[in-house]
């Protein structure tokens, strides 16, 4: 037998689920896309989220959710076609959503339900001047 000359205490810790760590990589999976207009890629691919879309030339900006990739709101968004809150003030400036506008996240949120209460609370304290919509009037008394 060996003696030691200092005590060993073993300390047990639980690991976190594989669900857990597979949520986890995939929320900050990098943006593969060729043209992406997201300033972070880290953020391109993030669900259920609340986000801010500013102009750079004056100031006004857009709240809006979304619960498919980031990526993909952001795109529709860009395109000319689309008659977007975005798209519109862009062309009041005689240029393109893409050379104007940053986006930005807000908020995560678990669920799409948790995210769309999010939303009407940033729209109520925001006061953005490019949301158009009184949609979320439903979700006041949140």
Do not use: W
């Amino acid at each position: 037998m060996h003696k030691y000359s200092q005590d060993i205490r073993v300390v047990t810790q639980s690991a976190p689920s594989l669900a857990r760590l597979l949520n986890k990589n995939k929320r900050f999976i990098q943006c593969n896309k060729r043209s992406c207009a997201i300033q972070d890629p880290k953020i391109c691919n993030a669900r259920n989220v609340v986000y801010k879309a500013t102009c750079t030339v004056c100031g006004k900006f857009y709240i809006g959710s979304t619960s498919p990739p980031f990526h993909n709101r952001v795109a529709q968004h860009l395109q000319p076609s689309r008659k977007t809150a975005v798209s519109v003030h862009a062309i009041s400036h005689a240029r393109s959503a893409r050379e104007i506008f940053s986006f930005s996240i807000v908020s995560r949120h678990s669920s799409e339900i948790r995210c769309r209460i999010a939303e009407a609370l940033e729209i109520d304290k925001c006061a953005p001047t490019l949301n158009g919509k009184e949609e979320f009037l439903d979700y006041r008394p949140f």
